[in-house]
């Protein structure tokens, strides 16, 4: 499925837009360019799959639209801001209003239930008590279908089940894009279908905007743009 549905289609709006971006590190004295001039416009509404062997730079070029690395060459735009020009301290600020992550690990705190995992985003929101902390939670995990798991610690749930819980604490803060990494990767298929179809539905009903990448090709039909990486560059 590579085409894309006609509400995306019909809109020119983007959310992420890279312009010749570059990035280089460093192995000793020796460089090693991950991604080269590489250029990219993400519609806004959409959810884009991106697939390339290991070492392509799929997970570098997250990075770089998440705000968790800079390029070394170009600009890397989101929701109109432009990341380069952002301090570390504004940049934190920044991820913390709009920008989910998902993570193939879960990343839950053991010690913690899923309401409080839910819960850790909202620590970096000024101004909200107890209160509203624990209703904004709950909400998330009404989203996710998993209010009445609300005080079940991560070893009391499926792998699924603590996916389910993850994304709930991405989308928590309301985040204009959602950031996934392989999120189905250490899950088996009934379950990765169930956090697929809860991925299109924050898609198609809520318009969260999801760039996720995946090894899967089943996990990658389930977005309406399929994007290929292949040693840094963008392939057709």
């Known amino acids: 499925m590579s085409s894309q549905p ?5 809109s020119t709006a983007w959310i992420v837009r890279l312009r010749q971006v570059t990035k280089t590190y460093w192995r000793g004295k020796e460089p090693v360019k991950v991604l080269t001039g590489l250029d990219l416009e993400v519609p806004s509404g959409s959810f884009e799959a991106l697939m390339g062997p290991s070492g392509s730079g ?3 070029l997250l990075n770089l639209i998440a ?17 380069g020009a952002m301090s570390e301290r504004g940049l934190a600020r920044w991820r913390a209003n709009t920008v989910g992550f998902v993570f193939q690990s879960f990343n839950l705190l053991p010690v913690l239930t ?18 509203e902390r624990t209703r904004r939670a709950l909400t998330a995990l009404r989203v996710v279908g998993l209010e009445d798991r609300a005080d079940h610690l991560p070893s009391q749930l499926s792998g699924g089940q603590e996916q389910r819980v993850a994304i709930a604490r991405a989308i928590v803060n309301d985040p204009k894009v959602i ?8 899950l ?4 990765a279908d169930e956090v697929l179809t809860l991925m299109q539905r924050l898609n198609k009903e ?7 990448v995946t090894h ?9 743009i399929i994007r290929r990486l292949d040693k840094g560059v963008l392939v057709k």
């Open 6 to 10: 006609a509400a995306v289609a019909a």
């Open 58 to 60: 799929k997970t570098t």
């Open 67 to 83: 705000g968790l690395d800079r390029p070394t060459e170009g600009t890397v735009e989101v929701v109109e801001e432009n990341l």
């Open 114 to 131: 899923a309401k409080q995992n839910v819960e850790l985003p909202l620590l970096l929101v000024k101004g909200l008590n107890g209160a």
């Open 179 to 186: 950031i996934a990494d392989e999120p189905t990767g250490d």
């Open 188 to 191: 088996d298929r009934h379950s």
């Open 206 to 212: 809520l318009g969260k905007t999801i760039f996720m």
């Open 216 to 224: 899967d090709p089943a996990a990658a039909e389930r977005a309406t």
